[in-house]
Structures are given as structure tokens and as C-alpha cells.
């Protein structure tokens, strides 16, 4: 009796047991689930409000769908502006500083990271100091500098100041200290520069680093709003996110075509982050964690 007792309340407890881990699951989903609707909501409200007209936009109470796709917002958005231009010109700007921050920002981690030179950790920190000076305190010097040089209204002034990020210098910094040194010192010993220790050792292994730096790069820069408009002055000039601002009105706002153009502004990061997704997460997993 007491043995049969003991099986049968120890099969309680493991039907207790099983029931509060699936409850535990059920609410984990719930919850994670439900984060990822409030974050994807105001994307797919951006998306609906893009294919509706400007009576369904203002009615009240508001509707989620349109009673009719307006599929026209989307051309009608292209021929308010030449956002051709626009879209090449915040390509151009993403791509030289993306491409300009992985040669810079790895080179520099390279020094700091492998290279023993007097001062080296104190101008690390100095260095990464830098990243607690609000972007507002160096715009306007930044600025004056440029108009020193006449690079005003140009692709310099959109490019030359992100060439460099203390940033990506010390996310590949920590990355390119979790890489055997046992490597570089065959390298070395097969007459290999450090230069060719950068190029055909360290860059090949830190491509999960390179693509985290690389998306958080172009994604910022495709995006920056606050320092293209303070640098452009012509409309040649304008990037996405300036072009989108001649929806606005003082009176009234086109939401309709302001949706459809903010939509066609987000597929270039998107398809970035895609294809780039796997090294994306590598690169935050394995970044860091080694001092």
C-alpha cells in the first residue's frame, strides 16, 4: 500500500510537474508573441495607410484596411519628387561610409587589439570616450569645419565625417582579440607582413564582426535625417529622408504618398539585413566577450 501510494503521488507530481511547464510555455509564446505584433504593428499600419486615399486616412474612427487598394500612392509618390535621385544618392552615401568604416574601423582594432606600441590602452579609452559626446555637441563644429573647407552641399560633407566610428573600431576590436594569436605568429614566421596578417587572416575570420558593423553602419546612414539636413541645401543634393519631408506641409500632410515613399525607403535595409542576417547574429554573439 504505501509503496503504490508513493508511485501514485509521485505520478501527480510529474503531471504537475509537465503542467506548469507547458503553462510556462504557453505564457513564454503568449508573450513573445504579442511583443512581436507591437513591434511590427506601426510597419504594417505604415504599409496599410500607404495603399489608402486621403478620405479613408482621415476618417474617424480610424480603419485598419483601406476600402479600396490605391496602388497609384506608390507612383504618384515618385512623380511628386525625383526620388531616383534621391535613392541614388543615399546609396552612394551608405556605401562609401559602410565601406569606409569596415577599412577604417579595422584597421585601427587591429592596432589597438594586436600591436604593442607606449600609450596604447590610454588612447583606447580616450578613444572610446568619444562615444559618450552627444552627436548634438560635434554637429555644429563638424559643420564649421566643413564650411571651412567648402565641402558644403556635397557628397564629401555627406561621406568624409562617418568615415571613422570608435564604435565599429571597438566592436572588431573585441572580436579581433578572441582569434588565436597561434595564427598570426605562423603568419609571421612564413615572412607575412602585418598588413598581410590583416588582410589574409584577421579580416577572413572576423566576417561575422564585419557584417554586424557593415548592416549598423548603412542602416544609420540610409536613415540619417538631422546631419543631411544641416550639410544639403540643393534639391540635387537631397537624400531619402530629406525627400520625404516634401510631403509635409505647414497645413497639411500627404500621408498617403508620405507612407508609399517611407515603404520604398525601408526595402534597402531590408534587403541588406537578409542577406546578411546569418553574420548579423554571429557577429552579436561573438562580439564582446572576450577581454
Known sequence: MISEKNYTEEKRAKKAAKMIKLS??????????????????????????????????????????????????YQNSFEAAPFGRYYLNSLVVALSVTIGQLITCSMAAFAFARLKFKGRDILFYIFLGTMMVPYNVTMIPSFMVLYW??????????????????????????????????????????????????????????????????????MGTFNDFLWALVVVNSDEMRTVQLGLSIFRDRYLTQWDLLMAGSVTAVLPILIVFFFAQK?????ITLSGLKE
Open 24 to 73: 510556462t510555455t504557453v505564457i513564454s509564446h503568449i508573450a513573445i508573441y504579442s511583443l512581436a505584433i507591437m513591434t511590427l504593428a506601426p510597419f504594417i499600419w505604415m504599409i496599410l495607410t500607404s495603399l489608402k486615399d486621403m478620405n479613408d486616412i482621415y476618417i474617424y474612427p480610424p480603419k485598419l484596411f483601406p476600402s479600396k487598394l490605391h496602388f497609384e500612392n
Open 279 to 283: 553574420y548579423f547574429i554571429q557577429g
Open 149 to 218: 573647407l567648402g565641402w558644403i552641399d556635397s557628397f564629401k560633407a555627406l561621406i568624409v565625417p562617418g568615415l571613422a566610428s570608435a564604435f565599429g573600431t571597438f566592436l572588431l576590436r573585441q572580436f579581433f582579440i578572441t582569434i588565436p594569436k597561434e595564427l598570426e605568429e605562423a603568419a609571421y614566421i612564413d615572412g607575412s607582413s602585418r598588413f598581410g596578417v590583416l588582410r589574409r587572416i584577421i579580416i577572413p575570420l572576423a566576417k561575422p564582426a564585419l557584417a554586424t558593423l557593415a548592416i549598423f553602419t548603412f
